[in-house]
């Protein structure tokens, strides 16, 4: 395997829904002539289709005033490949022009929307990363519709598979609005039980930013808690805060941190009891 430079690796995974494709590298070296930042720049103006979306994000990880200049022509392309690279890369950087682009990329290509592309579900979490790390208040009503939409789009959905990705991103929009610190966002969807506690644990974390600090999801954290004292350490500071930032009690804390592997997995069984008439 060739060590290509960081933004080469960059630039090349973020088309892709996993790894890189060696040849296209191979491919598009051999059409512009190198990999070289200012190839890509020119590829960028001057290319068209796919080539233009990675020479996006190659300029992109820079994340100088360079690459924003040459990126913000982009912001609005008529293309959404190219329209999405210029807005995460953007993003990434803090660009305000690129927070409403990224607000309405939220919910681009959910249903009823045709089935498009696996990348744009694949980049739906990372839009759902930028706006909850950015700290702009505006992004908390967005993503808690988001979260509200998918939710209908789920029980509308027949089963039978195709919904992994909804269920990704559903945790990922309560992480975000954790990361917001969006306590009061979760209130009042007529959810199961079930789901409702467990968006509320990937709230917390997200309020924890739990994920960066302990380097792995939220699943691993609390699979992997009982034979690790950090996590388990993290694990109380959850509950005391599922207790004091959700109302829980001492025991539905517990019980939401016991019970989130299976809910987590178990996502395929009927709603058997609604959050909302749990409150009534």
């Not at 494709?21 to 990999?35: H, P, T, V």
């Not at 924003?68 to 660009?95: K, Q, Y």
């Amino acid at each position: 395997m060739t060590d290509w430079s960081a933004y080469v690796e960059h630039a090349f995974s973020m088309i892709q829904i996993i790894g890189t494709d060696e040849e296209y590298i191979k491919d598009f070296a051999g059409r512009w002539g190198d990999l070289e930042l200012t190839t890509f720049a020119r590829a960028l103006n001057e290319g068209e289709g796919k080539d233009q979306q990675v020479a996006a994000f190659a300029v992109g990880y820079t994340g100088s005033r360079w690459a924003r200049n040459l990126l913000l022509p982009f912001l609005h392309h008529e293309h959404p490949e190219l329209r999405w690279a210029a807005a995460l890369s953007l993003g990434d950087m803090r660009e305000e022009a690129a927070f409403p682009v990224l607000v309405n990329m939220l919910q681009e290509f959910l249903p009823p929307h045709p089935v498009v592309d696996d990348w744009y579900d694949m980049q739906h979490l990372y839009v759902a990363d930028i706006l909850g790390s950015w700290g702009n208040q505006a992004a908390v009503p967005p993503l808690r519709d988001t979260l509200a939409r998918l939710w209908q789009a789920e029980q509308q959905q027949p089963t039978g598979g195709g919904l992994e990705a909804w269920w990704h991103y559903q945790d990922a929009l309560a992480y975000a609005l954790g990361r917001l610190g969006a306590f009061a966002a979760l209130t009042d969807l007529d959810v199961p039980l079930s789901r409702m506690r467990l968006w509320m644990v990937n709230l917390i974390m997200g309020y924890l930013n739990a994920e960066k600090i302990c380097k792995k999801g939220v699943l691993r954290i609390i699979q992997d808690a009982p034979l690790n004292e950090e996590l388990a350490a993290l694990l109380r500071l959850v509950s005391a805060l599922l207790q004091q930032k959700m109302s829980l009690s001492q025991q539905e804390a517990a019980s939401s941190i016991a019970n989130y592997v299976d809910a987590y997995f178990d996502r395929w069984g009927p709603p058997i009891v609604s959050w909302s008439k749990c409150k009534q």
